[in-house]
């Protein structure tokens, strides 16, 4: 599975922007899902995962209320529409993909996703 992130970029506090990202290489209705960030000097923070199914997961606390996840599996992309941001949502994103069948909990463990995208960068003055 390839993942290509896009969409980022550079925003006042209190604007918005969408990310999106393309799988390709497999089935992308029988792939999960899921965004994690990465902010400057900090670890990579997950912020929400979609299930194959088009369920989600609890949002991280940080973004709850602010982002929203979705797919469309016609078009094999997952997006991050993220509102009201602020500058401490300034990182790195990154997509992840799990391909096979997950039934647990942790869908913050960086541990259960097969792939990666290469990330793209979101900055957010004030």
């Known amino acids: 599975v390839q993942l290509q992130a896009s969409g980022g970029g550079s925003v006042e506090a209190g604007g918005s922007l969408r990310l999106s990202c393309a799988a390709s290489g497999r089935t992308f209705g029988s792939v999960a899902m899921a965004w994690f960030r990465q902010a400057p000097g900090k670890e990579r923070e997950f912020v929400v995962a979609?299930?194959?199914?088009?369920?989600?997961?609890p949002y991280g606390d940080s973004v709850k209320g602010r982002f929203t996840i979705s797919r469309d599996n016609a078009k094999n992309t997952v997006y991050l529409q993220m509102s009201s941001l602020k500058p401490e949502d300034t990182a790195v994103y990154y997509c992840?993909?799990?391909?096979?069948?997950?039934?647990?909990?942790?869908?913050?463990?960086?541990?259960?996703?097969?792939?990666w995208g290469q990330g793209t960068l979101v900055t957010v003055s004030s």
């Open positions: 992840a993909a799990r391909t096979t069948p997950y039934y647990g909990s942790r869908w913050y463990d960086r541990a259960i996703y097969d792939y």
């Open positions: 979609i299930t194959r199914s088009g369920g989600i997961t």
